[in-house]
């Protein structure tokens, strides 16, 4: 079993839309839940950090759920520009490793 | 901003040859990592290095070796390609600051292709 699972996808959806992406954790003694993005060829970044009492950015909104060891991502008025891979991303000790999941992919059709 | 350098975006090597892939960060990062990212298989780390001349083994070290010399430099070294290497390598560097210990700064990437 990975450490950190998500659903590959593709997600498509119109313009306009709301989205959302689990991701799930096997490590309870997880410490800190972070979302990086990934567009097509290009290097991931850093999306938000992800807080026990959950955080908005904007259109995205992120929360965690340490009962049940999942975090998720929500999209709001989705555009085309948010089409890209979004990875999950946990870490398990003092912060100096990070474990990737595998992403999910969105896709934003007009 | 950070800046995180990788020697070639693209690479053609034969089976058996020896490949070196540099990377270079200049905010004075700490940790440096090298990854594999294959469709389906997502990011896997292959080796990461805490400090000057000091490298563990990540989730899939074999057929790898790295050497840091230097604080801003980390390289990868394929002793002899194999075509299952063939593979998008990406670098990435990271403070120890606490209050940073989600950013990781990745670079271009170097996809390699082993003939």
């Known amino acids: 079993r990975k450490e950190v699972e998500q659903d590959p996808g593709p997600f498509n959806v119109p313009e306009g839309a709301t989205v959302a992406f689990n991701c799930t954790y096997s490590?309870?003694?997880?410490?800190?839940f972070f979302w990086y993005r990934q567009d097509c060829r290009k290097e991931p970044k850093l999306l938000m950090s992800?807080?026990?009492s959950g955080n908005e950015d904007g259109r995205f909104t992120a929360q965690l759920n340490r009962a049940s060891q999942y975090i998720s991502l929500l999209i709001r008025d989705s555009k085309l520009s948010d089409s890209a891979t979004y990875l999950c991303?946990?870490?398990?000790?003092?912060?100096?490793?990070?474990?990737f999941g595998g992403g999910t992919r969105l896709m934003v059709k007009p | 901003d950070v800046k995180v350098t990788q020697s070639s975006r693209y690479l053609v090597k034969r089976t058996g040859e020896k490949v070196f892939l540099e990377c270079v960060q200049d905010?004075?990062?700490?940790?440096m990592f090298w990854y594999r990212q294959d469709p389906g298989l997502g990011l896997r780390l292959i080796y990461f290095?805490?400090?000057?001349?000091?490298?563990e083994k990540g989730d899939i070290p074999e057929g790898y070796s790295v050497s840091r010399e230097k604080k801003e430099r980390f390289s990868l070294i394929l002793e002899s390609a194999s075509t299952n290497q063939t593979s998008m390598y990406l670098c990435?560097?990271?403070?120890?600051?606490?209050?940073?210990?989600?950013?990781?700064?990745f670079g271009p990437g170097t996809r390699l292709t082993v003939l």
């Open positions: 990435a560097s990271k403070t120890l600051q606490r209050a940073r210990r989600g950013t990781q700064y």
């Open positions: 490590n309870s003694a997880s410490q800190s």
């Open positions: 992800v807080y026990s």
């Open positions: 991303v946990v870490t398990f000790d003092a912060g100096n490793m990070l474990t």
């Open positions: 905010m004075d990062h700490e940790n």
């Open positions: 290095s805490y400090d000057v001349k000091m490298k």
